[in-house]
């Protein structure tokens, strides 16, 4: 079996960042009868660096049956909306014009965001007549507009028709979570049928608990000081900026450290309020490969998913969760709806109102004055649970089976 995958974010090896897709494509190849071209963009999505040595082409192969494809992204993605978009644009005709010339597939599969990338895939599959999955990680435009990056009414209007669009033409549309399943048939109930649900999930060959002594706090300083952790991009949807307010507050405990770790444009921002405040209370630390994260989780004493307040964060399953779930640790969420449902069906840990720092607050108070027992035992009950619902391996081969019927 043939898979041509257009994903503008595919992650380079030990790449920081949601790695969803760097393991299904691992699992999908598992058989040695499977075989994978991955149509992706060559600037990271996160620091805005370009990928690979070439500007415009770039020829990787990752594994037996897998070969990742680099096409040319407009380098400044990470400058601005404007920007971003052209970085869209860009990858957008890069990717369809270099598929062109790949051998006809029997599927194709679309990954968001953006709606753009699923030009390439819904052309590819009219001109070698196959048939391609959409899958929806982001439910565009709504988080963009949700998020106050969208504004303009003629490209909302345009996005909206390019989202009704894609989704007529797949052939099925995968979503991460029930709540974008049921925000989709609200608004599209024609395409009910079509709709299939692969959630984010937990890799457990990637992320293992261990000691939380290791390397990472001796390199980094944390000696026997409470850790709350960040992992992720520093964004305009991410609001890290109630991390820094709360540090303030707690500027004369030192025995808490506030670690964010990871690349994104409101960094800068996040460092100047840190100097202005002269907080010695939180460290700032670039993206780490994927094969250390596990590490710097394992050091955490608490690992936090801090996201805007808006509906369409209600629908969302951050992977970075069941990364600190498959490693153990509790966590502090600030995302309302499915995640806030996660941490608590699993009591995994505790959940704060989105953009509240004094709710923040109260909650970083409530995990400083919980026994270590207390916190062992949120870590022990959300391996438990993820082990049970969220096996990433478990996962890939339902996706597999849909996409073998496709292809039949």
Not at 301 to 307: E, K, T
Not at 318 to 347: H, Q, W
Request: proline content about 3%; aromatic content about 12%; charged content about 25%.
């Amino acid at each position: 079996m043939k898979i041509i995958l257009f994903h503008q974010y595919f992650l380079g090896k030990n790449d920081p960042g949601g790695s969803r897709w760097n393991q299904l494509t691992k699992y999908f190849t598992e058989d040695g009868d499977s075989t994978i071209d991955v149509m992706a963009g060559n600037i990271h999505y996160a620091t805005g660096k370009q990928v690979g040595e070439k500007i415009w082409y770039n020829k990787e192969k990752i594994d037996t049956n897998i070969t990742v494809h680099r096409t040319w992204t407009y380098a400044g993605y990470n400058a601005n909306f404007l920007g971003r978009l052209i970085g869209y644009f860009s990858y957008m005709f890069s990717s369809l014009w270099k598929s062109l010339f790949l051998p006809k597939p029997d599927v194709i599969i679309v990954t968001s965001p953006s709606l753009f990338v699923g030009v390439s895939a819904l052309a590819l599959s009219k001109i070698k007549r196959v048939p391609f999955i959409f899958e929806v990680r982001d439910l565009w435009p709504e988080s963009a507009i949700a998020t106050g990056v969208l504004t303009n009414k003629h490209l909302i209007n345009i996005l909206s028709y390019l989202e009704k669009k894609l989704y007529h033409h797949a052939t099925k549309i995968v979503v991460l979570t029930p709540a974008f399943k049921k925000d989709i048939e609200k608004r599209f109930p024609q395409y009910i049928e079509k709709i299939e649900i692969i959630t984010n999930a937990a890799d457990f060959d990637l992320m293992k608990p261990a000691e939380k002594n290791n390397w990472v706090r001796t390199k980094y300083g944390w000696g026997e000081k409470k850790v709350f952790a960040y992992f992720g991009t520093h964004g305009l949807a991410n609001d890290l900026m109630q991390v820094i307010e709360v540090a303030r507050k707690l500027k004369d405990n030192k025995n808490v450290l506030f670690v964010l770790i990871g690349d994104g444009m409101q960094k800068p921002l996040l460092k100047e309020k840190v100097k202005a405040y002269k907080l010695d209370n939180v460290q700032f630390i670039d993206s780490v490969s994927k094969d250390k994260v596990g590490d710097f989780i394992n050091a955490s004493d608490v690992c936090m998913a801090i996201l805007k307040k808006t509906d369409t964060f209600k629908t969302v399953y951050p992977n970075k969760v069941f990364d600190y779930m498959s490693c153990k640790k509790p966590s502090l969420v600030t995302i309302d709806g499915i995640t806030r449902k996660l941490i608590e069906d699993a009591n995994s840990g505790l959940y704060a109102e989105p953009e509240n720092s004094d709710a923040f607050y109260t909650i970083i108070e409530k995990f400083l004055s919980t026994s270590n027992s207390s916190m062992q035992e949120m870590g022990e009950s959300g391996y438990k649970y993820v082990k049970e619902h969220f096996d990433r391996e478990a996962l890939s081969r339902r996706y597999i089976n849909i996409i073998k019927n496709l292809s039949q």
